[in-house]
């Protein structure tokens, strides 16, 4: 089963930005696609982006037009950089990866926008 490790999270203030990476044990290649959900204090866990290991990218539309994904394969790393940031995109970010077998998660990485 591949192992994926978040890093990045943090506060920032409001109109701030982030970076998140993932680091997957395995080659992203063999993933159907990778991306990005996240759970805020009290709600459901909602999707955030997926990238297709053919490159093809779905933002939320919640996330379109301020967050970015991408994938680097040498480090088989995909990262988030997020603009603009509001309150409510406070939550806990998970690194998602799919493939044959099903969705995998990472452990999480909390990001809070406060002033």
């Known amino acids: 089963q591949v192992q994926l490790v978040e890093s990045g999270g943090g506060l920032v203030q409001p109109g701030g930005s982030l970076t998140l990476s993932c680091a997957a044990s395995?080659?992203?290649?063999?993933?159907?696609?990778m991306g990005w959900d996240r759970r805020a204090p009290g709600k459901e866990r909602e999707f955030v982006v997926q990238?297709?290991?053919?490159?093809?990218?779905t933002y939320s539309d919640s996330a379109k037009g301020r967050f970015a994904v991408s994938i680097d394969n040498a480090k088989n790393t995909i990262h988030l950089q997020m603009n603009n940031l509001k309150p409510e995109d406070t939550a806990v970010y998970y690194c998602?990866?799919?493939?044959?077998?099903?969705?995998?998660w990472g452990q999480g990485t909390q990001v809070t926008v406060s002033s």
């Open positions: 998602k990866w799919v493939d044959v077998t099903g969705p995998h």
């Open positions: 395995r080659n992203i290649e063999s993933s159907i696609f």
């Open positions: 990238i297709l290991t053919g490159g093809s990218i």
